[in-house]
């Protein structure tokens, strides 16, 4: 007896054409040029139906039968329901990316405690960021990586083409610093799994104390902003008289150049002048009113400051057209150009740049010499302690030691003994 054979589950999906009564190819169902319906024929299990392809043309009808035996296709089930899982995996991650704009915004709103110069700062940065990031293709904050980031740092440059690269180096590591606390923000959000900014190196910054500047400099300063001004190929660019007043102002006060740069021409009462005094950026800051009370020499240069049309008429450096910052940035570059001018060396014989910050250093050097305790000199510097004016401006400078020295041959000598000198 032959074995019986066991039918084979089969299956057929065809199409064929549903012509209309009048179609002169009526007779041939697979006749695909015509403009009648199109239908399928589906064999499936020993069963036969007939479905519409919702079509007349052939190869769409060609089309939707594939359709058909794809959904009974297993591989092609599995591979559509492995597609259809990653899709919704892919999905969920998008529904929680965080758009680094918006991540931006969140940090900068939740600050709290930083006084409203730590917030100028920080929003500043945002900017920065903002900007890079646009450049840079980051749209989310999980698309931020190490690599990226350390690009962005290796192109911060005192010297760099790019003006928002340009950063002198402090300006580097305050910045590197809070974008470190922007990514550790950010990765304790769970916006990004690892924090990107791990990795990066501490911008090095050279944090010695800059050297106060000899009578002799000060004097080979004043004269180099007369060089400025007769090398000047506009009238825009004379600005030497301008520069002398700054100078002179700091040298007997002490005072910062951006508290300088932004004093009202009303702070100014006969020889006593009325100050506030700012910390610098990334410090807790002091907004302190002072009074100092000016050489003669001194008040006849800010009297005798010509007003260039730009300059607002209440203010002796500042146009008030633009934010506080961009103007004491603006001099800063001012007054960098006068080492075009100058051959400054320190006291061990190595040339050193100008920087306007010399000025605060000669005034505090200048008074502990005359003799003022170092305490006061503090007071004048607007210092929270004496510890910070002890490790800023008390630096043992050959004239500060010979005049201990001269001190202490003194006194031994009041003592009684003798002492060869």
């Known amino acids: 007896m032959a074995q019986e054979i066991e039918p084979i589950a089969s299956l057929t999906i065809t199409v064929f054409t549903r012509h209309s009564a009048d179609c002169p190819k009526k ?3 697979q006749w695909k040029q015509c403009n009648c319906r199109k239908s399928l024929y589906i064999y499936e299990d020993g069963k036969v139906r007939y479905a519409s392809a919702k079509t007349r043309s052939w190869e769409e009808a060609e089309r939707a039968a594939q359709r058909e035996r794809d959904k009974r ?27 680094i704009g918006e991540a931006l915004d969140q940090w900068l709103a939740g600050m ?28 989310f904050v999980s698309d931020l990586t190490p690599a990226l980031l350390d690009k962005w740092r290796g192109s911060w440059s005192p010297e760099a083409k790019e003006p928002e690269n340009r950063l002198a180096l402090t300006t580097q590591a305050a910045l590197l610093t809070r974008v470190k606390a922007f990514c550790k923000w950010a990765t304790g959000m769970e916006y990004t799994k690892r924090n990107p900014a791990l990795t ?17 400099q000060f004097d080979e300063l004043l004269v180099a902003t007369q ?4 090398n000047a190929r506009y009238k825009s660019g ?12 700091q040298r007997w006060t002490g005072l910062r150049i951006g508290d300088v740069v932004t004093l009202p021409k009303s702070a100014l009462r006969g020889n006593r002048l009325s100050a506030i005094i700012r910390k610098k950026r990334n410090r807790k800051p002091l907004a302190a009113r002072m009074d100092f009370i000016l050489p003669d020499i001194v008040v006849a240069a800010l009297n005798a400051i010509p007003r260039r049309k730009e300059e607002h008429p209440d203010y002796y450096f500042w146009s ?18 006068l080492n075009d001018f100058l051959e400054f060396t320190n006291e061990s014989g190595d040339p050193m740049d100008f920087r306007s910050h ?25 210092h929270e302690s004496v510890n910070m004016t002890e490790r800023y401006y008390a630096k043992w400078t050959a004239s500060r030691k010979q005049q201990l020295e001269d001190e202490a041959v003194a006194a031994m000598r009041r003592m009684g003994v003798t002492v060869s000198v």
């Open 200 to 216: 990066l190196k501490a911008i090095p910054v050279d944090e010695s104390q800059t050297w106060p500047l000899t009578r002799t």
């Open 238 to 249: 004379r600005i030497g008289e301008h520069l002398r007043a700054i100078f002179l102002v």
């Open 320 to 337: 008030k057209t633009c934010k506080e910052e961009t103007n004491v940035n603006n001099w800063v570059r001012k007054v960098d150009k």
């Open 358 to 382: 010399m000025l605060r250093d000669m005034f505090a050097v200048e008074m502990l010499l005359a003799g003022v305790p170092i305490e006061k000199v503090s007071k004048l510097l607007a």
């Open 27 to 29: 007779d041939k169902p």
């Open 112 to 139: 709290k405690g930083p006084t409203k110069t730590s917030i100028d700062a920080y929003t500043s940065t945002t900017r920065r960021i903002l900007k890079w990031a646009g450049g840079a293709k980051v749209v």
């Open 73 to 99: 296709n297993p591989v092609k089930i599995e591979l559509l329901k492995i597609a259809e899982s990653e899709a919704a995996k892919r999905a969920a991650e998008l529904a929680q990316l965080k758009p």
């Open 227 to 230: 060089t400025l001004d007769a």
